[in-house]
């Protein structure tokens, strides 16, 4: 079959990825028995207040309680109260809100039930630092590990170990029975790295996070060390008796996005071919190798016969080689992508994050074929230089390709398809 429009059939299969991640889907399925006493909802991450208007859709009963999303991510709800905050660099208000969270679960009895609605984003929606540091010390940290290159579960050790709310204390802080809804954006859906884990707790220790910040050159506050050096660091353990009635039920992943984006590339005939919906990584690698790929299905038709969409999911990372550029790993995917297939006009690239922002910008990610690298130039942009500074999105502006959609409602994480015709 011929794709004539490619960049129309490419949004398609992330749109279909997007539906297939709609939290009402999962809370449905998991929904908790009604309890004795209150039903009290809790939450965070950027589809947070989504996850809210649809638990409340389905509950048919009285919620309370508050959740808090991204600055422009929130939404209209009933019965619970949406807060908003910085990401990806932590703010006041996140601070604010986290210690909300906490007073909010404290009073519970073993007759209540808390709902927590967690998904990405929430780690830095959630600042709490330890006695000892301060906002600004939480904030200097999170721009060091989106800085660092480390992958996001190694982020999230370090920084559930600099918390007084990840890492399981926020469930740990209530007698009532927790139940956790989990939109996995984390390569491997372990829903305790999904927001560094405030309700699902798991066995890293201080002493990894220590090795962690050693690995990847980590410039902790001497507060920092102090902390990670003391049993106060330690989080709690999943075995502790304070989680023998708690739960937790991943209701979204990457996994499933993919598979529902498959299944419509197969339905218009073409064949579909799933790398992984783990893959981690340097971005510009990880489009080393997807380019590597892509060409010899164009040039050998191996390892896949062409038509064929690659698609494949999981979040890579970016080492920040330069002050001023703008764009996500998204862009870097597409833009060093690009690069590697410059000239191949039957390849054509679409890489974006499926909660609607890529890094800090309001894109959601980048379309690239193989003529991006001829309009950049036709501009008077330099691609590689751009690649260099992490500055895809300037280039991508500059000759509108930016893809932009606006916040979804959920986040599974990085969606990657390459058509190959």
Request: aromatic share 4%; glycine share 10%.
């Amino acid at each position: 079959m011929t794709i004539s429009a490619p960049r129309d059939f490419l949004k398609s299969l992330f749109d279909a990825a997007v539906r297939a991640a709609d939290p009402l889907t999962g809370i449905k399925a998991n929904l908790p028995d009604r309890p004795k006493g209150r039903t009290v909802v809790i939450g965070a991450g950027k589809g947070a207040a989504q996850m809210a208007r649809a638990l409340e859709s389905v509950w048919g009963g009285p919620l309370e309680g508050l959740v808090v999303t991204r600055y422009g991510y929130g939404c209209e709800t009933r019965d619970i109260e949406i807060i908003e905050a910085a990401h990806p660099v932590p703010d006041a208000a996140g601070l604010a809100a986290a210690k909300r969270l906490m007073e909010t679960v404290h009073g519970l009895t073993e007759d209540d039930l808390v709902i927590a609605l967690i998904c990405g984003g929430g780690s830095a929606l959630l600042p709490a630092p330890p006695e000892g540091l301060t906002l600004e010390d939480e904030i200097a940290l999170n721009e060091m590990l989106l800085a660092s290159g480390a992958p996001i579960s190694a982020m999230n050790v370090v920084r559930k170990h600099l918390s007084t709310i990840k890492g399981g204390r926020l469930a740990a802080a209530t007698r009532a029975k927790v139940v956790s809804l989990v939109v996995s954006d984390i390569p491997g859906d372990n829903p305790a790295h999904v927001a560094s884990g405030p309700t699902v707790p798991d066995g890293s220790t201080r002493h990894q996070a220590l090795e962690i910040a050693r690995q990847y050159g980590l410039k902790l506050p001497q507060a920092a060390l102090d902390h990670l050096n003391s049993p106060k660091a330690d989080a709690p353990r999943p075995d502790d008796p304070v989680f023998l009635h708690h739960s937790h039920h991943v209701i979204a992943s990457a996994g499933v996005s993919l598979e529902a984006a498959a299944a419509l590339a197969k339905s218009q005939g073409i064949e579909p071919a799933i790398l992984s919906d783990a893959i981690e990584g340097e971005s510009r690698d990880v489009a080393l190798v997807h380019a590597a790929i892509a060409r010899e299905v164009l040039g050998r038709n191996r390892p896949f016969p062409k038509p064929v969409v690659i698609l494949s999911g999981g979040e890579t990372t970016v080492t920040l080689r330069a002050k001023g550029g703008k764009g996500g790993r998204n862009g870097e995917f597409a833009l060093a992508m690009a690069l590697a297939i410059d000239g191949q006009e039957s390849i054509h690239v679409l890489a974006a994050d499926t909660d609607g922002i890529d890094g800090s910008e309001d894109n959601a990610g980048a379309f690239a074929d193989g003529g991006t690298v001829r309009r950049l130039r036709a501009t008077g942009l330099d691609p590689r230089r751009l690649l260099d500074g992490n500055d895809s999105y300037s280039g991508f502006a500059s000759v509108g390709d930016l893809f932009e959609t606006g916040p979804t409602g959920t986040n599974v994480n990085d969606f990657r398809a390459i058509l190959i015709r």
